[in-house]
């Protein structure tokens, strides 16, 4: 048995602790036990201290990692914005502001993403009205977003530019396509292709394939009819201006081969044309100087008072005007002797070609007897 040194209750061998009083049933000796109290005031700070340590160290932990965090989180969202993800660079952002809500600078990120993530909206808007066809409308709000993004600085806003500048080309590249049905002139397609010249989308090729279908057509067309007029240097030169733009075009390579030679041969034609009228001309020239007159009728009659009138018709056969026509001419026994040799005015003084003229003369001291009249020569002025 143990007696408790305190209230001298038995306590069982083994025991380490009074069962009566509580007290300590190890063997200490008096010194140690002051030595235990003396240290207590001093290991109580101590221990305060310690504890107060690894709290402030814990406490510092945890807010350097929730800034390592912070800091990763805002980095992230840079890289995104940088990339276009703006929506995923908020959620980043709006996190990161969660646990650092006094930060200025997060603020300030935020509020720089959301402005591009409405421009985004805006271009989408944009996009929205060129598929509905309402040109108009979306002109004046790619104008807007182009004044807000030119009053903004920093690369974020420059993620933006490849954007706008697509919108911008299918703007320009829808506008052209409306514009094609009223174009007629070749000049105009081709100031539309410089147009699309600097435009990389898909849909400009084939734009630009229609305005190549456009001059195609509309160079035919003009050049044709020139053709059918004869005008053929000018279907040339409509056609050359078609294969400007359309330098392999077979359709008007072959047009320009035919109406070549529809020029040829209408050359030839016509040079064959000149030298025939040429000769046409000399053989009339001719016939105008030695052939311009018909004789249509030549008579000699006695009246009844014994007098004898010559008279006659002469037509003319000439291609041309003739005047002051005359004739010479005999009268003659029947015996062929010649008793006179006369000459008499034909009237009227021009005569056009087809037209007929007339003269008459009297006789009136001739021998009584038969005579006869023939025609000895013919005079005239080719006018």
Known sequence: MITCPQCNYENAEGSRYCSQCGASLSEESPADTKRKRLWLPILTPAIVLVLVGAALYFVYDQQAGINKEVVTWKTEAEEAALAGEYREAEKLLTRAIQERPDEEALQEELSHVQTALSMEKELEEVSKLLEEGSLSEADEQLSTIQAALKQENGRLYQTLVPALNEMDSRFTLQEVNEELSKITDVDE??????????????????????????????????????????QYTEAIALIDE????????????????????EKQAFEQAAQERLESAMQQAAQDELRNETEALEVADIRMEKDEFGDYKISGE?????????????????????????????SAKVYPNYLTPGSTGSFEKMYYNLEEGEYMVEMTELEWLVE
């Open 189 to 230: 397609l081709a100031a539309k292709l410089n147009t699309l010249s600097d435009l990389n989308l898909e849909e400009a090729a084939k734009v630009r394939e229609k305005i190549y279908e456009k001059i195609v057509n509309r160079s035919t067309k003009t050049a044709e009819a020139a053709a059918e007029e004869k």
């Open 242 to 261: 078609g294969l400007q733009y359309v330098s392999n075009d077979e359709k008007l390579i072959q047009l320009k081969e035919r109406v070549q030679q």
């Open 314 to 342: 002469l037509k003319s056969v000439a291609t041309q005007v003739i005047s002051t026509i005359s004739v010479k001419y005999d009268i003659k026994t029947q015996d062929g002797e010649v008793v006179r040799s006369e």
